[in-house]
């Protein structure tokens, strides 16, 4: 992992992502940032959240139109591996650890021949408050 200068910005959006438990865009932490008074240009946005997501600092979920959402993750779940249950009304994110899931994708490659594996699997739902 290289070793990122800290900067002003750095440390707006990393303490924004910090108070955020659903994933969001790098337009929707721009607008946020600006609406906070911090001066962050979104060419800025983006080029620090290509960062943090190359150094494992943000998870990064596709969404099925291709735009790029993020989520700093607690930091527990942050140094594991692990999966997010989102709901598709709201954008609510839990984290969620799948160790049988984990058993099985590692058991797939095997049985074909592979070795390290990865995977990302996002599950989506309707949480208790939107269903309610």
């Not at 721009?30 to 190359?54: D, E, F, I, P």
């Not at 997010?84 to 984290?95: A, F």
């Amino acid at each position: 992992m290289s070793t990122q200068r800290v900067t002003r910005q750095r440390t707006a959006l990393r303490e924004l992502l910090d108070e955020l438990d659903e994933f969001r865009s790098a337009q929707q932490l721009h607008a946020q940032l600006l609406a906070r008074g911090a001066g962050v240009g979104l060419a800025t946005v983006y080029r620090t959240l290509g960062s943090m997501a190359q150094a494992g600092e943000v998870d990064v979920l596709r969404t099925e139109q291709g735009e790029s959402l993020y989520l700093r993750c607690a930091p527990l779940a942050a140094r594991t591996h692990h999966h997010h249950l989102v709901c598709r009304v709201c954008g609510r994110t839990v984290d969620v650890a799948g160790p049988n899931l984990e058993e099985y994708v590692d058991g797939i490659g095997r049985g074909q021949g592979f070795v390290d594996v990865e995977h990302t699997l996002e599950l989506r739902g309707t949480c208790a408050a939107c269903a309610g």
